[in-house]
């Protein structure tokens, strides 16, 4: 019996930002989902308007799986995450069992094929930034959402969630900043 989309299916379970409170609570796979339709377009931008080439489809799906090690680890907060480089050191090795455990899940031929997806790999370095740039674009609009429901508890965390975004110096990250996300204030009757 193979367990793999079993558990995938469960990422819905893990809600995201477990130390904020939450006017609407996010999950992992919606997260997962909004940060694969950012991530295409990203790799859209970078083909158009930077002269790369790059498969946005591919970038979509390493977007789509980005997050799976978290349905075995749950959502550990950034600032956990990152408070040292000995719990940065000790997540990588947990996520590292967790990735083993999820690829174990599946048939044999076919492991070879979600590996890459579960974690970055060299060859596809370049699509991976791209996911990053995604993944902290989500958190960017997760902020603006909280905020616009009168959540002042995501104001420092939308603070630093731009300023992280800047220091990623992805150039297809500041157009979608300066062409997208300005829409996000908007209401709905704004944006139709």
């Not at 997260?31 to 080439?53: D, Q, T």
Request: with cysteine; proline share 4%.
């Amino acid at each position: 019996m193979d367990r793999f989309f079993a558990v995938i299916s469960r990422m819905k379970y893990i809600n995201r930002w477990a130390l904020m409170r939450n006017t609407i609570k996010e999950n992992i796979s919606e997260h997962s989902l909004e940060v694969a339709f950012i991530a295409h377009a990203l790799a859209l931008i970078r083909n158009e308007r930077f002269g790369g080439n790059v498969n946005a489809e591919r970038c979509a799906l390493l977007a789509m799986y980005h997050d799976t090690t978290e349905i075995i680890t749950g959502d550990l907060p950034t600032p956990i995450k990152y408070y040292s480089k000995e719990i940065k050191g000790a997540y990588n090795e947990v996520e590292e069992k967790a990735k083993n455990t999820l690829i174990g899940y599946l048939p044999d031929d076919l492991k070879k094929y979600y590996e890459p997806l579960l974690s970055p790999t060299d060859e596809e370095e370049e699509l991976w930034k791209l996911v990053k740039g995604a993944d902290k674009l989500s958190a960017l609009i997760k902020c603006i959402e909280e905020r616009k429901m009168g959540n002042a508890d995501f104001a420092s965390a939308e603070k630093s969630t731009i300023e992280a975004i800047h220091k990623l110096a992805i150039p297809e990250v500041e157009v979608f900043m300066e062409e997208f996300i300005p829409a996000y204030d908007l209401t709905l009757d704004e944006q139709a």
